[in-house]
């Protein structure tokens, strides 16, 4: 219990700087972590609760407000998030849950935590709304019901709640088993002509090393110096030749039509990918969609001139919209000549013309592929 506290006194300081720096869960919790002396159990507890509560943050507030009636000082909100969270989603008995927080609070609030605590410990809940509940923004609820559709949607999101690590690929990297099978098309059999590969939004390096792995020249470019620095220690760990170019993938410095397989695995609203980051929901507007939507396009249309003819020709996204899946695919058929490759192979489920994985498929992250046939 002692060091438990010590585990929850860390995860309070990273969920401190999270809400008031507006700083990245993961990074603010990586450097507490390495800076800490805890034990490795004690490190996933902290794990779990700075995670935990920043995805359920607006479920816990909800559970938390109906018993407070004046504004709450922010760290001791934190607090009872964090007691709340050990309260509903996790397997720890109430005393502990409700003493654990309590004795993180300044004195003058341990009488409100310890009330408050107890009372979200004993009353039952109705949750009003469904994004409430699964804690979410409306936009994300209303946006993926409307384009998954409702039961599809409400799995996905509430898969997207719990925690999942990467599984580990034949040459060792650590990649989502969506993410892989992704790579599987990359490297996929058939007449696909000579060349190099090419990635034009390769870092860090997990698409890319995987299609190294599997025997093919790869050169990885990317717009981010800093994110292709990731992907050249990745690819020393590896011990693969992984070539790495600086460029915007809408202006490549390739010449045009000499490459075998090209892949655009293009940012994007990352809404398959929320189990992993667990801040993000919080940080994606709905206007972005638009603006992302229009960058991949352009990503795709000059992806296209590096191929060459009969090459492939692959566009991924780790998200769920349809405006950044079908409606980038329909615009990019109106504008070029290619033969688009349906029918994509199991687990692929069927995305208008291409293929979808939703978390809950493979309990995975959610990814959008469509493969063409330069002409
Ligand atoms: C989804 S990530 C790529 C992940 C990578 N393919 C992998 O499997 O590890 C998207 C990448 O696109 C890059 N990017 C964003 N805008 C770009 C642009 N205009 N041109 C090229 N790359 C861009 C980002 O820096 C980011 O690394």
């Known amino acids: ?21 507006s700083a990245f869960a993961n990074l603010v919790l990586r450097t507490a972590l390495d800076n800490s002396e805890l034990d490795e159990r004690d490190k996933a507890l902290v794990t779990e609760l700075v995670y935990g509560v920043t ?23 934190t607090i009872l ?22 004795s993180l609070a300044p004195k003058w609030a341990t009488g409100l935590c310890n009330a408050v605590l107890r009372k979200v410990a004993k009353e039952t809940v109705e949750w009003p709304t469904k994004a409430i509940e699964y804690s979410y923004p409306d936009w994300i609820v ?30 060792g990297y650590f990649q989502d088993a969506a993410s892989q099978l992704v790579s599987d098309l990359l490297t996929q059999e058939g007449n696909w002509g000579e060349g190099p590969v090419i990635d034009v939004c390769a870092a860090p390096g997990g698409k890319a090393s995987a299609a190294v792995s599997a025997g093919f020249p790869v050169i990885a470019a990317d717009a981010s110096l800093k994110r292709l620095k990731l992907a050249r220690s990745n690819s020393l760990e590896l011990n693969i030749k992984l070539p790495l170019v600086v460029s915007d993938g809408t202006d490549l410095p390739f010449r045009k039509g000499e490459a075998s397989r090209v892949i655009v695995d293009a ?13 993000a929901r919080w940080r994606i507007k709905e206007a972005d969609l638009a603006v992302l939507a229009d960058l991949q396009l352009k990503l795709l249309c000059s992806a296209l001139t590096m191929v060459k ?11 769920l919209t349809n405006l950044e899946t079908i409606g980038v695919d329909e615009k990019f058929r109106n504008l ?22 939703l978390p809950q498929d493979l309990d995975s992250e959610g990814m959008s592929v469509f493969c063409y046939r330069a002409p």
Request: with cysteine; hydrophobic share 35%.
């Open 1 to 21: 219990m002692a060091e438990n506290n010590e585990a929850r006194a860390l995860a309070l300081k990273v969920l401190g700087r999270i809400e008031k720096d």
């Open 55 to 77: 995805r359920m943050r607006r479920s816990c507030d909800f559970l938390i407000d109906r018993f407070i009636s004046k504004k709450l000082h922010p760290d001791v909100r």
């Open 142 to 171: 209303e946006r993926l019901e409307s384009d998954l559709g409702e039961p599809e949607a409400s799995a996905a999101l509430k898969c997207m709640n719990s925690s999942k690590s990467a599984t580990p690929r034949e040459d």
């Open 336 to 357: 070029v000549n290619v033969e688009e490759i349906g029918d994509l192979p199991h687990p692929w489920r069927k995305h208008g013309r291409g293929g979808m994985i």
């Open 309 to 319: 003819s009969g090459g492939l020709l692959i566009y991924s996204v780790c998200t």
């Open 267 to 279: 940012p994007c609203s990352g809404l398959g990918v929320l189990r992993r980051r667990a801040d």
């Open 81 to 102: 998030r964090l007691g709340t969270y050990q309260l509903h989603w996790m397997n720890i008995p109430d005393h502990a849950a409700v003493n654990g927080s309590v």
